[in-house]
């Protein structure tokens, strides 16, 4: 009933009752952690698929980027 109104409609309270809805069910958390999961299953994946490729440099500089990307809290 809370989330049929527009969100132009949304009061403050109706903002205050969701947020904590999500942090009672942690849903939150997990999609932090299934994202991290998901993240670093691919980075394995990307790893040995260019682990056979010339230009190792290249790749592994990749890679740290990539890494960095995914390691970032803000």
């Given amino acids: 009933e809370r989330l049929r109104p527009a969100r132009e409609e949304r009061t403050a309270d109706d903002v205050r009752w969701l947020l904590d809805l999500i942090e009672r069910t942690g849903s939150l ?8 999961a998901l993240a670093s299953a691919a980075l394995r994946e990307l790893e040995s698929v260019l682990a056979d490729l010339p230009g190792r440099a290249a790749a592994e500089s990749l890679l740290d980027g990539l890494r960095d990307l995914t390691n970032r809290t803000t």
């Avoid at 999609?31 to 991290?36: M, S």
């Fill in 29 to 36: 958390r997990y999609a932090q952690a299934r994202a991290e």
